[in-house]
């Protein structure tokens, strides 16, 4: 399912910073839960591009990524 955001919904959503984020200002990511859909930008970059979601292409994507921090 392909999902499709104006700018202004991503631009008034309330954005968090990863959990794993530092305060050194190297790579962070903020995600923001929309109505259907999840969206991930650079937090560096808040006026960049953003990556849209859905929520269970997402759940994959970070199930994934613990198992990878596992292995």
Not at 12 to 32: I, L, N
Not at 44 to 51: I, Q, R, S, V
């Amino acid at each position: 399912m392909t999902h499709v955001q104006r700018a202004a919904d991503v631009a008034h959503a309330q954005w968090r910073k990863s959990t794993r984020s530092g305060d050194t200002g190297g790579s962070c990511v903020e995600v923001a839960e929309l109505t259907a859909v999840l969206a991930v930008r650079d937090s560096k970059d808040p006026e960049g591009p953003a990556l849209i979601f859905d929520r269970g292409v997402w759940s994959s994507f970070v199930v994934g990524l613990r198992r990878g921090l596992r292995g």
